[in-house]
């Protein structure tokens, strides 16, 4: 999990922040901005808007292509995220590979695993 300030929300209600999170779920280039990827470099393979204790998230699978000094490789993702009063909250599970077929793989035998992290945060609908 990740908690990113977000001062320009401070003073934001809740009820305001949980309405810009549903329109989220419209927006198709957003996940390529909250990976910090170029939009043709991620594909979003669900995507749907949930809450975790009253407060929105936005729930999506996520592929994307990334390259480090390491090389380039494919990081498949269960990621949520929400926003409260002055934070940006992000759980994110998943797994990197050279191989787009290892990671898939790998994804698949973790899934269970990554539905017990992401059920700890009680996402309610």
């Not at 991620?42 to 996520?62: F, K, M, P």
């Amino acid at each position: 999990m990740t908690v990113i300030v977000h001062s320009d929300t401070s003073t934001t209600s809740q009820q305001l922040l949980n309405g810009d999170v549903s329109n989220w779920f419209l927006d198709k280039k957003l996940w390529s901005k909250l990976l910090g990827d170029d939009a043709n470099e991620v594909d979003v393979l669900s995507s749907r808007v949930g809450a975790i204790y009253g407060v929105t998230a936005l729930i999506g699978t996520v592929e994307a292509r990334l390259e480090n000094l390491a090389g380039k490789f494919l990081r498949r993702q269960d990621i949520a995220v929400a926003l409260t009063p002055g934070r940006m909250w992000v759980v994110n599970c998943g797994v990197s590979s050279a191989d787009d077929q290892q990671a898939r793989l790998r994804y698949t035998e973790l899934k269970s695993d990554f539905n017990t992290v992401f059920a700890s945060f009680a996402f309610l609908r």
